[in-house]
Nanobody, 120 residues
Framework: QVQLVESGGGLVQTGGSLRLSCAIH????????MGWYRQAPGLQREIVAS???????AYAESVQGRFTISRDNTKNTLNLQMNSLKPEDTAVYYC??????????????WGKGTLVTVSS
């Protein structure tokens, strides 16, 4: 069983940066991927970034070049560095983990989310 706890959200101005962290508690040998989703008001939850097999990264086109996903094995955290933030990045950001976190496959574990608000 795995528990995911996000932190690092907050209010930032357009063009600013934030770093989200997801503390990973527990273990599940079947986990193959971790990543971040977000959900803006009135919209569906969407995948933002993923890390597969601890090596392969992928990003939504809307955040490519601005966001960086990484894993800190010493602290057992998954991080999302977000730069050049835009108002449209405003959303609740969720940490996700599973055998795969592809939207078509399904996520096994979810965090409770952390709110990111980007002011214009």
């Amino acid at each position: 069983q795995v528990q995911l706890v996000e932190s690092g959200g907050g209010l930032v101005q357009t063009g600013g940066s934030l770093r989200l962290s997801c503390a990973i508690h527990g273990n599940d040998a079947s986990l193959g991927a971790m990543g971040w989703y977000r959900q803006a008001p009135g919209l569906q939850r969407e995948i933002v970034a993923s890390l597969t097999s601890g090596v392969y990264t992928a990003y939504a086109e809307s955040v490519q070049g601005r966001f960086t996903i990484s894993r800190d094995n010493t602290k057992n955290t998954l991080n999302l560095q977000m730069n050049s933030l835009k108002p449209e990045d405003t959303a609740v950001y969720y940490c996700a983990a599973g055998r795969s976190i592809d939207p078509s496959y399904g996520v096994t574990y979810w965090g409770k989310g952390t709110l990111v608000t980007v002011s214009s």
